[in-house]
């Protein structure tokens, strides 16, 4: 609420350089002088001795929305659950985040109309993952905890198409988030990240660790002590030498360079890690609709 100014740096620069401002503002336009403006990487944003105009816009209330779909299976009390989210930044159209793992999703989905599964299956296409993981999160408070109970675990599927992509699953094994809160990834949770790499093993794919690192949907069930797993292809990271030694592409590039760009279109995406994910993410649903008792116990 009032909380984004736009800076434009009136330093003859063209196109005209902004930046953004996230905080609790006063709608209001002040000029100022510029001291020195760069960015981290060095680029500079405004010479030093120009203005800046802040201006901060009224603040603005939109209702966004979660789209959940179930399929019953013989078990009522043994819900599955997988999630991406289906919002993208204001920069893009967020085709690898998250029309990558959004489609995924939806074709699994769509396929599971084949199947008579034993357990419930559910579907969630999250909104406002963007703006703070908005929808994951009112949806695991907005649950009771008889309701919580029945969700055997989760799996969360944001960027997994990345251009310069690395195979990574979430790893319950040594992430330490939410470090703060010292709440422990929950029990079982292991185990979904043992299936995650028995396939990749099964199809010949390596394979890393990605850490639990509080930025994806995964946060409110981890935190709710539903047991959770993910995959991830990497975003603003940049790829290491031997990291391009095991899945090509370019070392010292980012795993996504458009990510949170404009540039996130439907070029921006690896066919071969979308496909052989795709797979993985429907192999996980199937196999957890049939049975949940490594994870459970
Ligand atoms: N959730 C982040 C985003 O949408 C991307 C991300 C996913 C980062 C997983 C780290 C781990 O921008
Ligand atoms: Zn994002
Ligand atoms: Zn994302
Ligand atoms: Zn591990």
Same mark, same amino acid.
């Given at each position: 609420a009032g909380a984004e100014a736009v800076v434009i740096f009136n330093? #003859? $620069? /063209? &196109?005209a350089r902004e930046g953004l401002i996230v905080g609790t503002l006063v709608p209001s336009v002040v000029t100022i002088p510029v001291v020195g403006a760069s960015f981290a990487d060095g680029v500079t944003l405004a010479q030093p001795g120009s203005t800046g105009q802040v201006r901060v816009l009224p603040s603005e209330t939109r209702t966004d929305y979660n789209v959940i779909a179930e399929k019953r299976g013989t078990y009522r009390d043994n819900v599955v659950m997988s999630g991406a989210h289906l919002d993208s930044v204001g +920069?893009? *159209?967020g085709i690898n985040d998250n029309g990558s793992g959004s489609a995924a999703l939806l074709e699994t989905a769509l396929q599971m109309a084949k199947v008579k599964p034993v357990n419930t299956v559910r579907y969630a296409w999250w909104g406002a993952e963007e703006s703070g993981l908005l929808g994951s999160t009112a949806y695991v408070q907005g649950l009771s905890q008889a309701e919580k109970d029945r969700i055997a675990l989760y799996l969360n599927y944001d960027?997994? #198409? /990345? *251009?310069n992509y690395v195979l990574t699953i979430y790893d $319950? =094994?040594? /992430?330490?988030? *939410?470090a703060p809160a010292g709440? &422990?990834? &929950?029990? #079982?949770s292991a185990a979904i990240e043992a299936l995650y790499e028995g396939f990749y093993t099964s199809v010949g794919q390596p394979y890393d660790d990605a850490q @639990? /690192? #509080?930025?994806?949907?995964y946060q409110a069930f981890i935190l709710a002590g539903i047991p959770s797993g993910g995959l991830f292809t990497g975003a603003e990271g940049v790829k290491t030498a031997a990291q391009q030694a095991v899945w090509g592409g370019t070392a010292? +590039?980012? @795993? =996504? *360079?458009?990510?949170?760009? +404009?540039? =996130?279109? @439907? +070029?921006?995406?690896?066919n071969a890690a979308l496909d052989v994910n795709s797979d993985l993410i429907a192999y996980a649903a199937l196999t957890y609709a049939y049975s949940t008792e490594p994870v459970n116990g």
């Open positions: 330093d #003859g $620069a /063209s &196109p +920069a893009g *159209p960027m997994v #198409g /990345s *251009p $319950a =094994d040594t /992430s330490t988030f *939410p709440v &422990p990834i &929950p029990e #079982g @639990y /690192s #509080g930025r994806s949907d010292g +590039a980012q @795993y =996504d *360079p458009c990510y949170h760009l +404009a540039c =996130d279109t @439907y +070029a921006n995406n690896n």
